[in-house]
C-alpha cells in the first residue's frame, strides 16, 4: 500500500504544483478526458469535462492571479478515492464565488475529495472554509478565530 499511496501523493503533487503555477496543460494532462469538478461554494458548482474544467481553473486564477495551493495532509485513501486538506492563499484581485475583486490576501482551508482512475485524476469534489474566505475578503463580518484554540496537527 505505501508503493500505491506514495505513487497517488506524487500525482495530487504534480496537480497542485500545475494549479499553482497556471500551467493548464500540465494540470489537463494529469486528468482523464471525462474529468470533472465540484465546487460545492460556487454559484456554478458542477465542471464536467476538460473544457469546463479549464475555464474553473482559469476564473480561480483571475480571481486569484498569485494562487497558491498547499497539501497539508492525505487524509484517507480508499480504492479509487482520496481524501486531502489543502491551504490556498493568493490575492482577490477578480471576482471570486461571485465576490468582485476587493485587493485583499485571503488563506483559506480546503478538503478535496478526489477520484482517481489509472494513475490519473478523473474527478475533484472541493469543499472550501466558506465563510473565513468572506471574512477576509469584508463581505462578512464575523470575529475573527484565534488560532492558538485550534488543535495542533
Not at 494532462?29 to 474553473?56: H, I, L, Q, S
Not at 475583486?101 to 480546503?110: A, F, K, S, Y
Not at 490519473?120 to 465563510?131: K, N, S
Amino acid at each position: 500500500m505505501d508503493a500505491a499511496r506514495n505513487a497517488i501523493l506524487r500525482e495530487l503533487e504534480e496537480h497542485l504544483r500545475a494549479e499553482s503555477s497556471q500551467d493548464l496543460p500540465a494540470l489537463l494532462e494529469g486528468m482523464t478526458d471525462d474529468c470533472f469538478n465540484v465546487v460545492k461554494c460556487d454559484p456554478e458548482p458542477v465542471y464536467d469535462g476538460p473544457e469546463a474544467v479549464a475555464r474553473r481553473y482559469r476564473a480561480l486564477w483571475a480571481a486569484l492571479p498569485d494562487l497558491d495551493v498547499r497539501l497539508r495532509r492525505l487524509v484517507a485513501v480508499d480504492g479509487d478515492h482520496v481524501v486531502t486538506e489543502h491551504t490556498l492563499s493568493g490575492t482577490h484581485l477578480g471576482t471570486l464565488f461571485g465576490i468582485a475583486p476587493t485587493g485583499l490576501p485571503v488563506e483559506v482551508d480546503t478538503a478535496v475529495v478526489w477520484e482517481l482512475r489509472d494513475g490519473r485524476i478523473r474527478g475533484e469534489t472541493v469543499y472550501f472554509d466558506l465563510a473565513t474566505l468572506l471574512r477576509q475578503v469584508g463581505f462578512l463580518d464575523l470575529p475573527a478565530q484565534d488560532a492558538s484554540s485550534f488543535p495542533k496537527e
